[in-house]
């Protein structure tokens, strides 16, 4: 079985630009999570889909946002990038209510 | 809000010795779950151990094993006969366990340096 995948690995951006991150679950996974990792904040949740619907989003600005498509898969979205954007950013799905969340290779965001 | 607390940054043990982790958190819920992820410089978040608040026997995998203290809401990770493949960060994470929760608030990590 497939693992969570995250596209691209790598992305270099400028500041100002917009970027969108994908991320196909597991299969059968309908719950998507994602998450910014730096390393003076750590790691932190920035929001979570099930079915399409955002259930819970994390402390961070509108520039943040995202979506899940009828297939699960789904997409993370940061306009107006800022130096400050500059991270791993993590996927994760899970299979049901009760299950630990399983976690993407992440894709490095390095903003110019 | 729920707080999760890793107090060493980093820690070293030689290969085949046995290494404890230490966690530690904050929550005013009596349903929740715990966990330890590994992260390795490769990236990918690697889920280690879980374990539910409401059962009282730690959890063990392998070489891995918890000391889940609920009053102390202490939860501290065990790993016995290190190899080298160990090496990694380690995160400590918290979840409720209210439906539909799936938020994790994690640690800030330790790092851990397995000496041949």
């Known amino acids: 079985k497939a693992g969570v995948t995250q596209t691209p690995r790598y992305l270099i951006k400028t500041r100002g630009q917009q970027v969108t991150l994908s991320c196909s679950p597991i299969?059968?996974?309908?719950?998507v999570s994602w998450y910014q990792q730096t390393p003076g904040q750590g790691l932190q949740f920035l929001f979570e889909y099930f079915s399409e619907t955002q259930r819970n989003k994390g402390n961070f600005p509108g520039r943040f946002s995202g979506r899940q498509f009828s297939n699960s898969r789904s997409e993370m979205n940061v306009s107006t990038l800022e130096l400050g954007d500059s991270a791993l950013y993590l996927c994760?799905?899970?299979?049901?209510?009760?299950?630990?969340?399983?976690f993407g290779d992440g894709t490095r965001l390095s903003i110019l | 809000a729920q707080t999760v607390t890793q107090s060493q940054p980093e820690m070293s043990v030689q290969e085949a010795e046995t290494v404890t982790l230490s966690c530690t958190y904050d929550?005013?819920?009596?349903?929740?779950?715990l966990f330890w992820y590994k992260q390795p410089p490769s990236r990918q978040m690697i889920l280690v151990i879980r374990?539910?608040?409401?059962?009282?026997q730690n959890a063990t995998e392998n070489r891995f094993s918890v000391n889940f203290q609920k009053a102390a809401k202490s939860f501290s990770l065990k790993i016995s006969d290190s190899q080298l493949g160990d090496a990694a960060m380690y995160f400590c994470?918290?979840?409720?366990?209210?439906?539909?929760?799936?938020?994790?608030?994690f640690g800030q990590g330790t790092r851990l340096t397995i000496n041949p």
């Open positions: 299969s059968g996974h309908r719950s």
């Open positions: 929550t005013s819920e009596s349903d929740y779950y």
């Open positions: 374990q539910e608040a409401y059962k009282q």
């Open positions: 994760a799905s899970r299979a049901g209510a009760n299950q630990p969340q399983h």
């Open positions: 994470a918290y979840r409720s366990g209210i439906q539909g929760a799936q938020k994790l608030v």
